[in-house]
């Protein structure tokens, strides 16, 4: 079974300044996909940036850009410039090249964004 | 609709009783999941729709739990004999096929709550 991991629970991070939360995951598949999600205090999941496994380069969306080490099982994300607007839970989620199969969710971090 | 809408929002019920917990997904999504978030807790899995049929429902923890596509749009989860420890958020999602890149749109949630 796969397993994700989010090692910080909290992070905080200054207006505009940059901030980067970490993640790994344990597989023995060759064949994946991973996300982050962002949680607001709505509840509602949306997607921040996907990264397709069997591709080196690392993705990017706009102020938002992963650092994917497969070799190493890690995939962080930074957040650049970042506003009051990022505060809140993120998630990291796995996702097997099966088709229909579910995602597999880390524990969260809870981000601050300090004006 | 214009996303995946979950009714009610909020749901406070007795030990003991009978709860169900509507989804939405978006006009034309074939794929339907259901996940649990348990407080501090990253959302775990339930069960994975084609369709009308359950293609994976692994992830229910007991045979409390049951859940229905009948028409292959609106789904229900279905909890008997309720018991505190199912205190959670309901997460439902959608996505236009089973291809493990397709973006799931999440609802905001139903959160139970059993007394």
């Known amino acids: 079974a796969q397993t994700v991991t989010q090692s910080q629970p909290e992070m905080s991070v200054q207006e505009a300044e940059t901030v980067t939360l970490s993640c790994t995951y344990d597989?023995?598949?060759?064949?994946?996909?991973l996300f982050w999600y962002k949680q607001p205090p709505s509840r509602q999941m949306i997607l921040v940036i996907r990264?397709?496994?069997?591709?080196?380069q690392n993705a990017t969306e706009n102020r938002f850009s992963v650092n994917f080490q497969k070799a190493a099982k890690s995939f962080s994300l930074k957040i650049s410039d970042s506003q009051l607007g990022d505060a809140a839970m993120y998630f990291c989620?796995?996702?097997?090249?099966?088709?229909?199969?579910?995602?597999?969710f880390g524990e969260g971090t809870q981000l601050t964004v300090n004006p | 609709g214009a996303g995946v809408s979950q009714t009610p929002s909020n749901k406070v019920t007795e030990k003991g009783k009978y709860v169900e917990l509507r989804c939405d997904p978006i006009?034309?999504?074939?794929?339907l999941y259901w996940y649990r978030q348990s407080l501090g807790q990253g959302p775990e899995f339930l069960i994975y729709?084609?369709?009308?049929?359950?293609?994976?429902d692994s992830g229910l923890p007991n045979d409390r739990f049951f859940a229905v596509r009948p028409e292959g749009s609106v789904s229900t989860l279905k909890i008997q004999r309720t018991e505190r420890g199912d205190s959670a958020v309901y997460l439902c999602?959608?996505?236009?096929?089973?291809?493990?890149?397709?973006?799931?749109?999440f609802g905001q949630g139903t959160r139970l709550t059993v007394v």
């Open positions: 999602a959608s996505s236009s096929g089973p291809g493990s890149f397709t973006e799931a749109f």
């Open positions: 597989t023995s598949e060759s064949d994946y996909y």
């Open positions: 990264q397709e496994a069997y591709k080196q």
């Open positions: 989620a796995y996702r097997s090249a099966a088709s229909g199969s579910r995602l597999t």
């Open positions: 006009s034309g999504h074939t794929a």
């Open positions: 729709f084609q369709g009308t049929g359950a293609a994976d």
